[in-house]
């Protein structure tokens, strides 16, 4: 089955604390992405890549960290998480048809609250 | 920057009733735009892309426009099955970013 995931789906943790978010694709895509969604904000990218290796900002990347060393996985760092951190966040996935982002496959999503 | 706004923020519908919603943007010249449905606790499902003004696409009760200035999603006989809410986003020339507008939250009730 053709899918994102990511983990971990809820994490609870306090400021300070550096923790990793997990995000891994199955189907070859190319495009991965990162984004926070928040209430009356709407999903806003923090991070984006095109290929191994090839990553750049998107509109909020402040506090955030991400590599790209395999096609399937972007894992999302938060060095030293503070409370304005708390948020939804969902991992993304397309295969990239020359510089369109194209159709996006979303993760189910990780709730994170940094206390 | 590039904008998009969302109208109206909530919908409510009785099963059968159309109606229409609309995605306004402001981008220095459009790559494509997008239109996705997100069901609670769910992450968004793509539904279509279109690229240029006067573009149209269908899936279902579902059919998409694009003009220069906004997009509407128009809704065809609704189920309650359609409740949702759907995300607008657009891409710029020279970007590889995309912007989501805030969402229009639909409900149809039976």
């Known amino acids: 089955e053709a899918q994102v995931t990511q983990n971990p789906r809820y994490l609870i943790t306090v400021t300070g604390k550096k923790l990793t978010v997990t995000c891994s694709q199955n189907m070859n895509h190319e495009y991965m992405s990162w984004y926070r969604q928040d209430p009356g904000l709407g999903l806003r990218q923090i991070y984006y890549s095109m290929n191994v290796e090839v990553t750049d900002k998107g509109d909020v990347p402040e506090g955030y960290k991400v590599s790209r060393k395999e096609k399937r996985n972007f894992p999302l760092i938060l060095e030293s998480p503070s409370p304005n951190q708390t948020s939804l966040y969902f991992c993304a996935s397309s295969l990239s048809i020359g510089v369109v982002a194209g159709e996006q496959y979303f993760g189910p999503g990780t709730r994170l609250t940094v206390t | 920057e590039d904008q998009v706004t969302q109208s109206p923020e909530a919908l409510r519908l009785q099963e059968g009733e159309s109606s229409s919603l609309n995605c306004s943007y402001t981008v220095s010249g459009l790559r494509g735009l997008f239109w996705y449905r997100q069901d609670p606790g769910k992450g968004p499902e793509f539904l279509f892309t279109?690229?240029?003004a006067g573009e149209e696409k269908e899936k279902e009760r579902l059919k998409a426009t694009l003009t220069k200035k906004e997009s509407f999603l128009h809704i065809t006989a609704p189920k309650p099955e359609d409740s949702a809410t759907y995300l607008c986003a657009v891409q710029a020339k020279g970007r590889r970013a995309l912007t989501f507008g805030s969402g229009t939250r639909l409900q149809v009730q039976p």
């Open positions: 279109l690229y240029s």
